[in-house]
């Protein structure tokens, strides 16, 4: 294992400098002052390059190869979008600057905000969520706002379905509402009769992944629309999955009111090993001046920024994860309005392609075309000889596979769940099917050698019972005396 | 342009193989009043050289300014070239939360590494990975330590009013009561947080320095709230920490800020990074991802996601927040800005933007009707009076390539709230005095 940035180096060593002062030194009140200094690395530049660069080899991304992670839409991150997200012209420019100063700023944010209604299907759009779960967090205080605002304070349930990313429920608790799980049927979508039955005076929404997490259309989606709305209650639409339907079916046609979208899935914009993402949310017309201020308004080609009149404030600082926008945007408009739908069609085809090769061999969870994922459960082979879902994944890492996502969604057990992604050729998924039957016919005639799986990779299983109970979180310095 | 490798005939072999005939067969599934039959309302798709062009004229339409006197919670601080190097290899800006462990120990450790410096700055104990921005791990500090019988969040008026508006939403979101203290010549009102701070209140959020860069008597708030029995959040400017006293030595129970300053670029707004740090008694109370130390199955050093069971993937509605990204390429950024400056540097960092500003604020002040509105320690951001239109003051700077202060307004008059950071030179401070004296058109 490579040293810690803290272990390398020796005092007195500098990587960066700064020119000589030019200016009066100034005495700090003592009591204001820090008694001992915080440990920073002393690391000459080469060393520290070396340090980073060999970290990123024990990384694994996009452009190290094949990413099946379900439900992330680990696609192909564009390059050109990185190279106009590094412009001078957006970098350089302070979000306090003035409208006037940063027209190219506005343009851009009002135009993403126009091309995302139109694939939405809906009538306006805040950027300044960072991420998914911001986007819900957002999307649900403007229902909240709302309701409020028509003296509905009485509609405090929000409806999740048993399949639901898990940020839905948490995102709803801390908008303060209270949270009825309902079930799926044995087709894997919303029980239609468990919805009627919790639906009510008391309902302010409900949330809704469509396709859902097990990648199958909720083909009742206007009967549930028309249940949530006549019980007087909206419906949240979770963005995560829209890459099956760019162009194919918009949320706003289903009649959702309010989504978020995630751009680093759906819109190419890199994942960054956690962040930062963007989450745009878009509504109805209704919902529109509830919206977090400011957005962009534009006037004879003038872009401003206007509050709306009833907005729930801010939920962050500034206007987003601008530099993620300038990436989404970028991607849009080489795609258009083509390319986006012929991103899902492949984007579905590449998955239904992947599971046909694949259901000889392992059991799909719900055997039925699927949209742009599906999920394949390890349960009898774990009955069977012991083998699970992660010992599965572990033997596709030593394959140079990232594996799918696993146990989720919790409604299947020994779940793999499985999204190719459009921006793979068919040999990598004949590759990765092969790759996938080689571990399979390995569990079977040698499962233990798989429980050890990976061997290929830095390090192997690491222990995470050790690491929850007692809790390393930082590097302890040797003491000093 | 679609980045789809499969050619027209591939895609029909594998329609074919896959007993479909058409794309559209794909979409069976979806009842036909909900397919979208036209073309989506969106301009045609661009090759490369054109969306370049595009972006490039976009980019060009904003001003990129020489100089910048303008902070306000966003730093022009310099940045050294190996961040934007390391921190774009594609290894890194192509991966996933490190979800899977084994394939995953470069950002893993990098994580790590980046919640030793946190700790090390702030002075707490834990870190976590890092959150969306400096405003919302305010909201999201306070949120956490909001018990059963103690609901009530109070913050200090001096702080950043987008991170107040931020909290505010947060909590009226959440149906969490929320008090403002007034502040008294640009610093938090003892008395009046003394009479705040009653039973009900589980914690106080302050910010040192605040808004107007003033540095607030931060031990006695602490003493105040510790003796109210409720929690102390500190909001940080990370740069001052190299020199300032950390919230660990006062005895803060939460440090929190926007760590944009370090090694993260302007980028009108975003992406920043907001970093939490707590004592290790409240460590699962914090929200986001959290990177522990472990060993392998051959007891090598190995790196996981730890305590998990605090968030939503696992606790759903019982979790305390929803997030799960952090930011991670700007924590990444972060942490190689702060190895690349490295424990001396970071230190000349902070001071000379301090210096700067205090020479700043010396020859604006000498000025007739730019006098400092504010007594008392600041750190590299001070206010002063503005006895002209403030628009047609910023005009002329912004003629001059210069970007000056903030105004506002506060009381009936009009302020400008300065900056300096350690890319500002004398030469730069002098024009700007300069320009100052000459006055504006009337």
Partial sequence: MSKLIFETGKPGRRCACLPASDVPEVAIPPQLMRTKPARLPETAEVDLVRHYTNLSRKAFGVDNGFYPLGSCTMKYNPKRNEEVAALKGFTGVHPLQGEETTQGCLKLMHTLAERICGITGMDAVTLQPAAGAHGEMTGLALIKAYLTDRGETERIKLIVPDSAHGTNPASAAMAGFTIVNIPSNPQGLVDVQALESVVGDDTAALMLTNPNTLGLFERDIEKIADIVHSAGGLLYYDGANMNAIMGISRPGDMGFDVMHLNLHKTFSTPHGGGGPGSGPVACKEFLRPFLPSPLVAEKDGIYSFENPEKSIGRVRSFYGNFLVNVRALAYIMTLGAKGLRESSENAVLNANYMMENLKDTYTVAFDTPCMHEFVITLEPLKKQNGVTAADIAKGLVDKGIHPPTMYFPLIVPEALMIEPTETESRETLDEAVEAFKEIYAAALENPGELHRAPVTTPVGRPDETTAVRNPVLRYEFPSED | ?442
């Fill in chain 2, 1 to 442: 342009m679609n980045y789809v490798p499969g050619t027209a005939e591939e895609q029909r072999e594998m329609l074919e193989s896959i007993g479909k005939k058409r794309m559209d067969d794909l979409f069976e599934c979806i009842p036909d009043s909900l397919r979208h039959k036209e073309d989506l309302p969106l301009p045609e798709g661009m090759c490369e050289p054109q969306v370049i062009e595009a972006f490039e004229d976009m980019a060009n339409n904003n001003k990129v300014y020489k100089t910048c006197f303008r902070g306000a919670g966003a730093y022009r601080h310099f940045i050294p070239s190996v961040v934007s190097r390391l921190a774009g290899r594609a290894e890194f800006v192509t991966a996933y939360t490190p979800y899977q462990a084994e394939m995953s120990q470069g950002v893993l450790q990098a994580i790590f590494e980046y919640q030793t410096m946190i700790c090390e700055l702030t002075g707490m104990e834990a870190s976590n990975a890092g959150v969306y921005d400096g405003a919302q791990a305010a909201a999201e500090a306070l949120a956490m330590f909001r018990e059963r019988k103690r609901t009530k969040s109070v913050v200090c008026g001096a702080v950043k009013p987008m991170t107040l508006q931020t909290i505010k939403t947060y909590c009226e979101t959440a149906g969490a009561e929320l008090a403002v203290v007034p502040e008294k010549n640009g610093r938090t009102d003892l008395d009046a947080l003394e009479k705040a701070l009653d039973d009900t209140v589980s914690a106080v959020y302050v910010e040192q320095p605040n808004y107007y860069g003033l540095t607030e008597e931060i031990e006695k708030i602490a003493d105040l709230t510790r003796n109210a029995g409720a929690k102390l959040v500190t909001g940080c400017y990370p740069i001052s920490l190299a020199l300032l006293k950390s919230p660990g030595e006062y005895g803060a129970d939460a440090a929190v800020g926007e760590a944009q300053p370090l090694g993260n670029p302007l980028s009108f707004g975003g992406p920043y990074l907001g970093f939490m740090a707590v004592k290790m008694k409240d460590v699962r109370r914090l929200p986001g991802r959290i990177v522990g130390q472990t060993v392998d199955n051959e007891g090598r050093t190995a790196y996981v996601l730890t305590l998990q069971a605090r968030e939503q993937h696992i606790r759903r509605e019982k979790a305390g927040s929803s997030i799960c990204s952090n930011q991670a390429l700007c924590a990444l950024s972060a942490t190689i800005y702060c190895a690349a400056m490295g424990k001396e540097g970071l230190r000349e960092v902070a001071l000379r933007s301090m210096e700067k500003a205090h020479y700043a604020a010396k020859e604006i002040s000498r000025i007739k009707g730019y006098e400092l509105i504010y007594d008392g320690f600041f750190f590299n951001e001070f206010v002063t009076a503005c006895p002209v239109e403030p628009g047609a003051l910023m005009k002329k700077l912004a003629e001059n390539d210069i970007l000056g202060g903030l105004p506002f307004e506060r009381d009936g008059q009009t302020r400008i709230l300065w900056c300096c950071t350690e890319v500002n030179t004398r030469e730069e401070i002098d024009k700007l005095v300069e320009l100052l004296k000459g006055g504006v058109p009337v």
